[in-house]
C-alpha cells in the first residue's frame, strides 16, 4: 500500500463522517444506509502481552517481586516478539484487515535518551509485514508497561514524565509514523480512575495491599520514588497523562501531519438506575477530563468497552443475578458497545474508532454470540449517525492478562504456551466473514 493513498482512504472517510457529524435525530434512522469502505475491521494485541520477555519494563519487574499482585509471569508470553508475521499473516487469513499493536517503549528507549536502532527497526519490519499483507497498522505507543527508569524515576506521578512521553513520541514517530495508518497515543489511561470506582481502593484492605506492593517495589528497585502506573493513586497521575496525550499528539503531528492520531480510553456504559443516581457524577469523575481533552486535541477518539455498570443514587448497583456471565463471572453486556460510542461522539463529536471490543470466555459460541450482538448495537449508533471508523476486536491471541496470567481467554486464537503453536477459533472465521459482508 502506498502511503499517499493510504492517507487519503483515512482523510476521505474522515471528510464523509465529520460530514456527518451532527447527530441526525432518530427519525432520521430509516434513511438508505451508507457505510464506508474504508471501514476498519481488525484485531487487536498489546506488547507485553505478547511479545514476550519484556525484561526492560516495569511490568516485568513487579511480576518478578515479591509482594506481586501478578498470579503468574509473562515469560515467553506469545513469543509474537519472534512471530508476528505469521500473526499478521493469520489475521489477514480471517479476513480482516487492521492490526492493532503497541510497540515498547522499554526495548525502544531502554535507558533514558538512549534510543535504539535495532529496536526501531523490529517495529518498522511488522509494519512492513502488515504492509505486504495488506493490513493497516493501528499503533499504540504506551499500553500500559513503562520502562523500568521511567518508573524508577516516580513514573506518571511526575510532571517530568510528560517531557520524557514527548520525546519519545518524537523519535517514534520520526522512524515509523510513514508506515502507520493511524496511531494512538496512550491506553486507557483513565483506568485508575474506573478501579478506584469499582473497586473502592480507599477500602482499608486494599489501601493496605497497595502499600506493601509499593514498598516491595521501592526496595527491589532501590528508588524510593518508584512507581507505575497500575499501582499509582489515579489523582496523582491524571493531570500528567493528560498533558502527556496531549504533548505525544503534538510530537507525533510536528512529523506526520497527516497521521490521524487519538487516545484510546476505557469507556463503561455507564447507565442510571433511579431517582437521584449517582451516574453524572461518576462518568464526570472518569470520563470528563479526558472526552474534554480528546475534543480539544484528538483527530478521532478509541472506544474501549467491556460491558456497562448499573449506577444507583448510592453508587454501583450490582448486575441482576440471572445475567448471563462471562468467564470473568462479569455481565455479558455487548449492547453496551452501541452506547458508548454514542456517548463518546456526542460529547467530544469527533469520529469514533472502536479500539477494543470483546469478552474472556472459554466458550467460543458466547464470543460469537458477543461479536455478533456487538456489532448490531454499533450499526443502530452508526444509522443514528455516530461516525465510526473501525471496529478492532480484543484480541488477536490468547494472551498475558496481566495480573490474572494466562486463565482468562478474550483471543481468537489459541496458544500453546509451550509450543507456541497458533490454532484459531471458529470466532476468528466468524469476525472475518462479518467484516466482509459489513462492506
Ligand atoms: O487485556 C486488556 C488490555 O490490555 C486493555 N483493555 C482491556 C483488555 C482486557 O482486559
Known sequence: MNDTLKRRDFLGAGAAVLAASALPSRSAQGRARK????????AATAGHQIEGNNTNSDIWFLENIKPTRFGTRSGDACDSYHRYEEDISLLKSFGLDTYRFSVEWSRIEPSPGQFSNAELDYYKRVIEACD???????????????????????????????????????????QLASGM????TLNEPQLRRIQ??????????????????????????????????????????????????KQGYAAIKAVAPTLPVGVSLAVVDYQGIGDGSRVNEIREYVDGAWLRAAAETCDFVGVQNYGRDLVGPKGLIPAPASAERNMLTLEYYPAALGNTVR?????????VLVSENG?????????????????????????????????????????????????????????????????????????????????
Open 343 to 351: 456517548y463518546v461522539f456526542e460529547a467530544t463529536r469527533k469520529p
Open 35 to 42: 457505510y464506508s469502505n474504508d471501514f476498519l475491521f481488525g
Open 196 to 245: 478506584h470506582w469499582i473497586a473502592g481502593l480507599n477500602s482499608a484492605a486494599s489501601r493496605a495491599t497497595l502499600d506493601r506492593q509499593r514498598e516491595a517495589a521501592r526496595t527491589a528497585s532501590g528508588s524510593p520514588e518508584y512507581m507505575a502506573f497500575h499501582l499509582a493513586d489515579d489523582d496523582a497521575v491524571q493531570a500528567n497523562l493528560i498533558n502527556a496525550h
Open 132 to 174: 505486504k499483507n495488506g493490513v493497516r497498522p493501528v499503533v499504540t505507543f504506551n499500553h500500559f508497561s513503562c520502562p523500568q527508569w521511567f518508573s524508577a524515576l516516580g513514573g506518571w506521578t511526575k510532571p517530568r514524565s510528560v517531557d520524557l512521553f514527548a520525546r519519545y513520541c518524537d523519535r517514534v514517530a520520526r
Open 181 to 184: 495508518h493511524m496511531a494512538t
Open 359 to 439: 469478552i474472556a470466555t472459554s466458550d467460543d459460541g458466547q464470543r460469537i454470540r458477543y461479536i455478533d450482538d456487538a456489532l448490531a448495537g454499533l450499526r443502530s449508533a452508526m444509522d443514528e449517525g455516530v461516525p465510526v471508523l473501525g471496529y478492532i476486536h480484543w484480541t488477536l491471541l490468547d494472551n498475558f492478562e496481566w495480573s490474572l496470567g494466562y486463565w482468562p481467554k478474550f483471543g481468537l486464537v489459541a496458544v500453546d504456551l509451550k509450543t507456541f503453536a497458533r490454532t484459531p477459533k471458529p470466532s476468528a472465521y466468524h469476525l472475518g466473514r462479518r467484516a466482509r459482508a459489513w462492506k
